[in-house]
Nanobody
Framework: VQLVESGGKLVQAGDSLRLSCVAS????????MGWFRQAPGREREFVAA????????KYGDSVAGRFTISRDNAKNTVFLQMNGLKPEDTAVYYC????????????????WGQGTEVTVSS
């Protein structure tokens, strides 16, 4: 299984950015796909997750209303649209896959990508 993230870069506060994650080697629609992030010196934080079978998405409190997760099952790709970026959104963003149908922010994720770095300047 491979998860490959892309799209991270340096942006200014208030900008928008879209991250992508392409998955291979797994039954994509049968997995919940999620995004997590980890800032320097901080614990990994749940950002968002979306089911591949039912119309259910979950968001972390700090990004709800600003970030949107979506997926294209035909292309084995999950996206994270980030609007209204803030300096506190600076982190390495990781894509992850869970062998389940319903997203669970605190659930187990079985596969992880290498991460893509997002830096938001003030």
């Amino acid at each position: 299984v491979q998860l490959v993230e892309s799209g991270g870069k340096l942006v200014q506060a208030g900008d928008s950015l879209r991250l992508s994650c392409v998955a291979s080697g797994l039954h994509f629609s049968g997995h919940v796909m999620g995004w997590f992030r980890q800032a320097p010196g901080r614990e990994r934080e749940f950002v968002a997750a979306r089911s591949g079978r039912v119309d259910i998405s979950k968001y972390g409190d700090s990004v709800a209303g600003r970030f949107t997760i979506s997926r294209d099952n035909a292309k084995n790709t999950v996206f994270l649209q980030m609007n209204g970026l803030k300096p506190e959104d600076t982190a390495v963003y990781y894509c992850a896959a869970a062998r389940t149908i319903i997203p669970n922010p605190s659930g187990r994720y079985d596969y992880w990508g290498q991460g893509t770095e997002v830096t938001v300047s003030s």
